[in-house]
């Protein structure tokens, strides 16, 4: 293949041709969509850090879910704010809680959408980290039995797919475990299995008013400059039951979404995080980026790299600019 026989721009000269040797296609069925909810009515909290991203009641969430779904995104993911936070963080499995109430009005009006819920505690502690502290630590044990009730209550209201963040060790099994033997055999399990300690989280800990109290989440989330342990953590959850893997975030762990599709070949979501939504959104408001373009070529990129679901905030302007083209 060398030039002047073989000139790969012949393929490159117009729209029909390229997109008739395009290696990558991205569609509004590849996304997911995160909301963050919380209690009141009419209530539209927007978040500081994450331009076009708020805080919402219930009844604006149906509303934010029905556009997304008119879109053609086929789930959303769901973070709970609680009115009230305390050390075990009870209302992540209140029967009454706010993702719990979700839920069900999502459900009634939309029952074509997905429902997908974060499983984890930081939001509903008063000290902000992912489960029961003892001793000035997170206590992963313990953890793992509030995790299986906040699971199950997510179930019962009515959760299409559980997706447990938290990073506790064995937290996979027991939740599917506890999952089978309420007769919820049939709801997947999305892990967090590849999750960092990564400085990309800070305006979700706005958005989800989870920032930790106290030190960091370093002990229980993975350290960013290692790969072969993300790897062991993927194939422990595939192990313990997990139905799709996810690699969080997305941006600086394209290489490991990679490893992680072709070593396993599991259904493997990337989540494009908070920072790296803001870092577009700031740049773009300078007049710095092509929202647009570069929205779109990053959610291209972790396709490209093997990831089948991109969790991320531009979900409803991507599937619009998707339409466009």
């Not at 009454?96 to 459900?107: L, R």
């Amino acid at each position: 293949m060398e030039f002047p026989r073989y000139r790969p721009r012949r393929l490159r000269r117009n729209d029909n041709l390229r997109s008739m040797v395009r290696e990558t296609a991205l569609a509004p069925a590849n996304l997911i969509y995160p909301l963050f909810v919380g209690p009141g009515k009419g209530r539209v909290q927007p978040v500081s850090s994450m331009p076009g991203v708020a805080q919402l009641s219930v009844d604006r969430a149906v509303g934010e879910c029905a556009e997304a779904h008119s879109l053609g995104i086929p789930a959303v993911i769901l973070f709970g704010l609680p009115e009230q936070k305390d050390p075990v963080g009870s209302e992540a499995y209140a029967d009454d809680g706010i993702v719990q109430q979700a839920i069900g009005e999502i459900k009634s009006k939309l029952p074509d959408l997905l429902v997908i819920t974060d499983v984890c505690l930081c939001e509903y502690t008063d000290h902000g980290h992912c489960g029961v502290i003892k001793n000035g630590d997170v206590e992963n044990d313990s953890t793992l039995e509030l995790l299986v009730k906040e699971s199950l209550s997510h179930a019962r209201a009515g959760a299409d797919i559980v997706a447990p963040s938290d990073m506790m060790d064995g937290r996979v099994a027991a939740i599917r475990a506890a999952l089978d033997a309420e007769g919820f055999s049939d709801i997947p399990i999305m892990s967090y299995a590849a999750k960092y300690a990564s400085g990309y989280y800070g305006p979700f800990r706005e958005a989800a008013d989870s920032a930790p109290a106290f030190g960091d989440r370093k002990q229980y989330q993975m350290d960013p400059a290692n790969a072969e342990e993300a790897l062991r953590e993927v194939a422990l959850d595939i192990e313990e039951g997990a139905d799709l893997v996810m690699v969080k975030p997305a941006l600086a762990y394209m290489d490991i979404i990679r490893q992680v599709k072709d070593e396993f070949g599991y259904p493997t979501a990337a989540y494009n995080v908070s920072g790296e939504y803001a870092m577009v959104k700031a740049a773009a408001a300078k007049g710095w980026i092509d929202e647009k373009r570069v929205v779109l070529e990053t959610l291209v990129g972790f396709k490209r790299a093997g990831a089948k679901l991109v969790l991320t905030y531009h979900a409803k302007d991507a599937a619009r600019w998707l339409a466009e083209e």
